[in-house]
């Protein structure tokens, strides 16, 4: 019944850049806290960016801080995450994630257990 569908994965070079989408049905799941996460290859899945109800509220990790732009349009159900600046250590498959809350304040989440409800995945491979 809920459903999050990542899509704006691909191949690009270093230094290009991609905008991710996370389009979301089912339920109102844009008005939630929603984050990024992303797991490469013999890697742990790890925390990329973090967005309060409103868009207000914004986390990045330490490593995309400056280079990636986490965005959200509440009327279209959808998050983005702009990436700029990519880096070959940036391929993964990126997830994005939903957090049911029921306080309307601006706070984020940066651990997957915070998460209840995770996309498929995209794709995202930047080479040399």
């Known amino acids: 019944q809920v459903q999050l569908v990542e899509s704006g994965g691909g191949l690009v070079q270093a230094g290009g850049s991609l905008r991710l989408s996370c389009a979301t049905s089912?339920?109102?799941?844009?008005?939630?806290?929603m984050g990024w996460f992303r797991q490469a290859p013999e890697k742990e899945r790890e925390f990329v960016a973090a967005?309060?109800?409103?868009?207000?509220?914004?986390y990045y990790a330490h490593s995309v801080k400056g280079r990636f732009t986490i965005s959200r349009e509440i009327a279209k159900n959808t998050v983005y995450l702009q990436m700029n600046n990519l880096k070959p250590e940036d391929t993964a498959i990126y997830y994005c994630?939903?957090?049911?809350?029921?306080?309307?304040?601006?706070?984020?989440?940066?651990?997957?257990?915070?998460?209840?409800?995770w996309g498929q995945g995209t794709q995202v491979t930047v080479s040399s």
């Open positions: 994630a939903a957090k049911i809350v029921v306080f309307n304040n601006e706070a984020y989440y940066y651990t997957e257990r915070d998460y209840d409800h």
């Open positions: 089912g339920r109102a799941l844009s008005t939630y806290p």
């Open positions: 967005i309060s109800r409103s868009g207000v509220g914004r």
